[in-house]
């Protein structure tokens, strides 16, 4: 079975461009998040969907990130403008029902911005 | 004080060791909770579940004190395969976002 598919695997982009992560779920699954992972940091939620239904969106850094789920398979993060300190591994991952169940994680998406 | 606590390590251990981590958390109406593991560069993967009974998955032993508000895990016999970063998750209902802790990172040696 597929697990999380999150494309690009890595992306290197200039400071104010647009970047945009992709993230497919796990088929089933109704539950899908978004963490970005850095050293300073460690792991943080930014956003979770149930439904394709945003939930929580309280770590949402600012503005600049956006994120959709337009339907069951497919969920966007995008980062707009770019800034160096939003370099980081961002992972997607999915559960079957809720914030309560294992998440499965995606390969995650390694963002350099300069 | 942090919502999700661990030790960072690293934990140094020889092969065949017992070793344990502990979390704590903050929050009282927190209600699940789960051992993530981590390798380096790779995604962090469900070790197990912890139950407020307590559970156990081979060599790996979880537990679950509500009233003091932590949870550890047990890993006897340690392996050279279970070097990696331990994450410790507490997550709830109604509003209640997952809290991954920092992680604790274990390296064992021949």
């Known amino acids: 079975d597929a697990g999380v598919i999150q494309s690009p695997r890595h992306e290197v982009t200039e400071m104010g461009q647009e970047v945009t992560l992709r993230c497919k779920p796990i088929s089933g699954h109704n539950s899908l998040f978004w963490y970005r992972q850095t050293m300073m940091r460690g792991l943080e939620l930014l956003i979770y969907f149930n439904n394709n239904v945003p939930i929580d969106d309280s770590g949402m850094p600012e503005d600049r990130f956006s994120a959709k789920m337009p339907n069951a398979s497919f969920s966007t993060l995008k980062i707009q403008p770019s800034e160096p300190r939003d370099s980081a591994v961002y992972f997607c991952?999915?559960?079957?029902?809720?914030?309560?169940?294992?998440?499965?994680f995606g390969p995650g998406t390694r963002l350099l911005v300069l | 004080r942090k919502e999700v606590e661990q030790d960072p390590g690293p934990f140094n251990v020889p092969e065949g060791a017992t070793v344990a981590f502990n979390c704590t958390y903050s929050n009282s109406a927190s209600q699940s909770f789960f051992w993530y593991r981590q390798d380096c560069r790779k995604e962090p993967k469900l070790l197990m579940s912890?139950?407020?009974s307590g559970n156990e998955d081979g060599r790996f032993t979880a537990q679950l004190n509500r009233a003091s508000q932590y949870i550890s895990l047990l890993i006897r016999d340690s392996k050279l395969s279970d070097s990696a970063t331990y994450l410790c998750v507490v997550s709830g209902t109604g509003g209640f976002k997952t809290i991954f802790g920092a992680g604790t990172r274990l390296f064992v040696k021949a």
């Open positions: 912890v139950y407020s």
């Open positions: 991952a999915s559960s079957f029902q809720g914030n309560q169940e294992t998440q499965y």
